[in-house]
């Protein structure tokens, strides 16, 4: 896909797995600056800027904790006296400590609302001014299947995924009069770092239960994360496209 010429781009959280991908997306197609941002990863977030630079983009790597608003305000005033603007920005980062309701404790919980939830409404609050003096952005919002559906083991994660689909659509219409589209992507079971975890048994049911019957590639939701950010979805707001094999549908 190609139409980013001249496009400054963020990645939180891409250093690794799904952000990773779409950094190294949006380099191939014609970005001229992707900007990842890493909580503390430093060898794959340098790992990540050779594969920008290698596909021709201008890279760099921040690392801030999202959950931190100081920081996410700082981080985007940051990019925007460096590179004079910000075009699209990807709500990636994320964490999952999985556990049932029972014994969720109150900072595990605090951690996954504040990184998933709280860490997307801190940077789109940031970069909201800065898209408006610009007339126009996209903001991508990673959630997950999970948010959609619940999953029992699952309860904060899935409280804050869900959360982002709140947030998504009432950005999305707060925003869409200056020309800035706020859209998410749902992924389903994606082969990365987050689920390596998992036990065979765990993995295997799960892939049962998809139609198309294997993990989804990181690449995979990069295209849709591109393909929500480009012209072709200049008519796209406030949607949740779901990325998951038809695991649900
Ligand atoms: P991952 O491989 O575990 O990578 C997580 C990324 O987030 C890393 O770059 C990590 O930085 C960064 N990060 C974590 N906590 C952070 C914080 N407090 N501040 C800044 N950065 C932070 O994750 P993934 O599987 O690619 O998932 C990416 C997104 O997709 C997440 O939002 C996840 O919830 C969502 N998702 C994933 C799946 C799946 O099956 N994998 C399914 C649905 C949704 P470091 O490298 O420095 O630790």
Same mark, same amino acid.
């Given at each position: 896909m190609s139409g980013f010429k001249d496009k400054v781009v963020l990645v939180t959280g891409?250093? /690794?797995?799904i952000g990773r991908a779409c950094a190294v997306a949006f380099a191939q197609a014609g970005a001229s600056t992707v900007v990842i941002s890493y909580a503390g990863n430093e060898s794959a977030a340098q790992e990540t800027l050779g594969l920008i630079q290698a596909a021709g983009a201008k890279g760099e790597a921040l690392k801030f904790d999202v959950s931190d608003s100081a920081a996410c305000s700082s981080a985007i005033e940051g990019i925007v006296k460096a590179h004079? /603007?910000?075009d699209v920005l990807v709500n990636n980062a994320g964490v999952a400590v999985d556990g049932l309701v029972m014994r969720v404790k109150d900072e595990d919980w605090d951690k996954q609302l504040d990184t998933n939830l709280k860490g997307a409404f801190a940077l789109i609050r940031a970069v909201s001014r800065p898209m408006m003096k610009q007339r126009g952005g996209a903001i991508i919002n990673l959630t997950s299947i999970v948010g959609e559906t619940g999953n029992g083991g699952q309860v904060a994660y899935s409280a804050s995924k869900a959360g982002l689909i709140g947030l998504t659509k009432s950005v999305a219409k707060e925003l869409a009069s200056r020309n800035i589209r706020v859209n998410a992507v749902s992924p389903g079971f994606i082969g990365t770092d987050m689920t390596a975890a998992l036990n065979e048994e765990t993995r295997k049911r799960m892939v049962d239960s998809i139609p198309l019957a294997r993990l989804g590639a990181p690449e995979e939701v990069a295209q849709s994360v591109l393909f929500l950010a480009s012209?072709?979805?200049?008519?796209?707001?406030g949607e949740v496209l779901k990325v998951n094999g038809g695991m649900y549908m």
């Open positions: 891409g250093s /690794r797995g004079g /603007r910000l012209d072709a979805a200049s008519y796209i707001t």
